[in-house]
């Protein structure tokens, strides 16, 4: 029977600790680091005990992948395929205008406590945009966190380049203490929009990012209007993130990866060059998803973290990311 997305919210808390205490959910601790550049207050989460976590095999990103090829292409099971584990499933969700069927689980390897996932039942691959069903679902959570008195913001990320590490598709949502987090939000909150009807880019950031700010009181949105917004929203958003591509000549062959990053407020879309980056202090690759681009990066070691803040954080994101060519944007 397919839970309301208030049901799920409240579901979180008692079922990630019932999960903890079974041994079906594993909680890696700690530290955060707050660190100021470009404007905003970094955080760089030190996570030694992640240094444990078992690398998994690469996935399939292929747009077409079927759910047997991408259980075909690696030595484990699909983790988000049925049956699902009764400790890490929270509960089910319709689509209301679809009927499409989501389940909500919770992240098996959790840094950050409460930290869940939306993943549609049926297979699709971790390569393809985000329908409309999966954005009005994925609002309509935030929106009952609202409610609630909690504050989440969800991400997701696409294509091999963007530090995606499971092939079935899946929007993950992480709690903050502040309703301004992610850092991320910060900045997108100061820009005075001239046309608020369109896109716009965080210029003073080295990278290319396109971002969105959201009509006042879209929570009270039906669902149909709710869907046309976020469908438009999010087409205008990729087509600008498929325009910065095209404008790099030695782009990686293959669909264009990116970062989507969505809040009440706003919805963010960063294109994406490549997975990792390369650190000058240890010659060691540092992996980067929609995280690292909301304003929160994660390091294994005190070493990586020094590594971080010498190099910078914006370093790091325009040399996994790509220039920006919002000015040529603006004019075409």
């Known amino acids: 029977m397919a839970s309301t997305h208030s049901d799920i919210i409240k579901k979180v808390p008692g079922a990630y600790e019932s999960a903890l205490k079974s041994g079906d959910l594993f909680y890696f601790p700690s530290t955060i680091e707050k660190h100021n550049e470009l404007d905003i207050d970094f955080e760089i989460t030190l996570c030694p005990a992640l240094q444990k976590k078992p690398n998994l095999p690469s996935p399939r990103f292929e747009v077409d992948t079927t759910a047997s090829e991408a259980a075909a292409d690696s030595t484990k099971i699909d983790p988000f395929a049925p049956p699902y584990n009764p400790q890490l499933h929270v509960g089910d969700l319709r689509d209301e205008l679809t009927e499409e069927e989501f389940v909500i689980l919770l992240n098996k390897f959790s840094v950050v406590p409460h930290h869940f996932l939306l993943v549609p039942k049926e297979?699709?691959?971790q390569a393809s945009p985000l329908l409309p069903p999966e954005l009005v679902q994925t609002y309509s959570l935030?929106?009952?966190a609202k409610r609630s008195g909690r504050n989440f913001f969800a991400?997701?990320?696409c294509g091999e380049n963007s530090g995606a590490s499971q092939p079935h598709k899946h929007v993950q949502f992480l709690p903050t203490e502040s309703p301004s987090s992610p850092p991320i939000e910060t900045l997108a909150r100061r820009i005075q929009l001239e046309q608020p009807?369109?896109?716009f880019s965080l210029t003073s950031l080295p990278y290319a990012s396109h971002s969105f700010r959201f009509p006042s009181h879209i929570d009270t949105f039906s669902a149909e209007d709710l869907e046309r917004v976020l469908s438009d929203v999010f087409l205008q958003l990729l087509d600008l993130?498929?325009?910065t591509v095209r404008h790099d000549p030695d782009y990686p062959p293959g669909r264009p990866s990116y970062n989507v990053?969505?809040?009440?407020e706003h919805m963010h879309l960063i294109p994406r060059k490549f997975e990792t980056?390369?650190?000058?202090?240890?010659?060691e690759q540092l992996p980067v998803n929609a995280l690292g681009f909301a304003g929160m990066l994660l390091v294994k070691s005190e070493s990586e973290l020094e590594a971080v803040k010498y190099e910078t954080v914006g370093k790091i994101l325009r040399g996994v990311g790509l220039e920006s060519v919002h000015e040529e944007q603006v004019e075409g």
Request: hydrophobic share 40%; with cysteine; net charge positive.
């Open 123 to 125: 297979f699709r691959s």
């Open 142 to 144: 935030l929106v009952a």
């Open 155 to 157: 991400f997701y990320n």
């Open 197 to 199: 009807t369109r896109p």
């Open 241 to 243: 993130c498929i325009s």
């Open 261 to 264: 990053i969505i809040t009440l």
């Open 277 to 283: 980056h390369l650190l000058e202090k240890t010659g």
